[in-house]
């Protein structure tokens, strides 16, 4: 068993570690990714990444997807534990880069002291000042 | 701080939200938020994701976000000083000047975000899309790979395996040697209190000429 690190949790996944690459299952890279495989190439909302022409068998090989590819081409961080059964994939620089450029606040979900759930969505309509903190 | 001018603007359609990047979660965070009682949203980031979101560095820092969900002003010193760098070591007091300073450059922020909530768009100290856009502050790939060696590193600490979670923080650290949050939280995992420190100290005499804060761009602001 694999685990598979995201923004928004740890996913157990069976997973294939081999000559540095790591294959997942189709269903699995949705989760862990955000991204389906369509005609078009990778796809996340109306934003498709196209995969290489002729390139098709390094990224897909029957029912799996190559994720260490799919990073590279993302340009997302991909990154391993020494035992290769932890790895983290982030979002890709380029959409972190372009989200805040857009001068779209990015929504967020965290819990306050009693552990209710609070979105920057749901104050949508005022005027927000978001500061950070920390006791160290 | 915050409770004060939350206090005086909430009836304007005005919110404070404040993150604690806090990967000790509630045990770290909890007195803290006792003592100052706060009736805006106080939360919890134990994995950072709202620093990585909006690129922040240090604490503390704030966004500007208006009624309609846009940035009017991104990632920024929230109103404070690096005063402390030129504190007294053995008596802990701090120059008067820098004193006077810091209590100008909160009064002017604090001013500042009052005049937002009340002016709107008409605001001075809110800025243009275009000129919001060049304040982003960048992401640089090891910045980048910086945030995914800390996450990883983060997981493997809480998950028992504080040694390799560790390796793999101040790997992070290294990579983005700019992120005072990345350094001090790895730090306070290692042993509470070393994020603060002797060897806090050596890093930030290791500056030089750099900022810990950088100056916050507001008319006014003491030099």
Known sequence: ?136 | MWQTLYAELKDSNFIVIAVALESRGNEAASEWIEQANPEYPCLIDVDHNVAALYNMINVPQAVWIDERGKIVRPTETAGATEGFRKMNLKTFTMPDAEMQKARQTRQLYLDAIRDWVSNGEQSEHIYSPEQARGRVPGLSNDAAMADAWFRLGLYLYADERETEGLALMYKASDLHPESWSIWRQTADLEAVGKSMGAEFWARVEALGEKHYYAPIDMKGIPE
């Open chain 1, 1 to 136: 068993m694999t685990i598979i690190i995201n923004r928004e949790r740890a996913h157990k996944v069976s997973a294939n570690f081999e000559d540095h690459e790591l294959w997942v299952e189709r269903g699995d890279f949705q989760i862990v990714s955000g991204f389906t495989l369509q005609p078009q190439g990778f796809c996340r909302g109306d934003n498709c990444i196209p995969i290489p022409p002729n390139q098709e068998e390094i990224f897909i090989d029957s029912d799996c997807i190559n994720l260490t590819a799919f990073a590279e081409l993302t340009n997302s961080p991909l990154v391993s534990s020494n035992s290769k059964d932890e790895w983290f994939l982030d979002d890709s620089i380029d959409i972190r880069n372009n989200r805040l450029v857009s001068l779209d606040a990015p929504d967020f979900s965290l819990p306050d002291l009693s552990g209710m759930m609070h979105s920057l969505s749901d104050y949508a309509g005022k005027k927000i000042l978001l500061v950070s903190w920390a006791s160290w």
